[in-house]
């Protein structure tokens, strides 16, 4: 059994949705997860796995809800930390997915290690966000 931290970061609200399937996903695999809606460094476990799950707002920027959390982050040794990437964006924008290529790229910057390719969602192509998610991370969990 693994046990997971979702660190969610939404401003429509469809990172949500997605996360919640990707919690029922886990535990439905006998994994255990807790969702973050207002993530905060203090009270994430080093141990876990982190699955970020976030959209991308603006011109490319992590939505309100993360960006507490991802300031934190910069000041941190995450050598222990393994984590999981899952973007949402709308490739008509140029700066499709670029809140989740920032949260990976800090993530990495600060010593932790991606285990799976990351996962960018777009919306145009995938109205129903959830599904390639869960596939995504089925894939995930058959391959470890």
Known sequence: MANYEIIV?????????????????LEANGDSA?????????????????LICTSTHGAGDLPDNILPFAKQLKSQQLNDVEFLVVGLGDSSYDTYCYGAEKM???LQKCGAKQLHQPLH???LHHPIPEDPAVEWLNAFLQSR
């Open 34 to 50: 807790s969702i973050h809606l207002e993530p905060e460094f203090t009270a994430l476990s080093l141990q876990n796995t982190w």
């Open 104 to 106: 990976q790229q800090l």
């Open 121 to 123: 969602i777009d919306v």
């Open 9 to 25: 970061g939404t401003v429509l609200g469809a990172s949500e949705y997605v996360a919640d399937a990707l919690k029922e996903t």
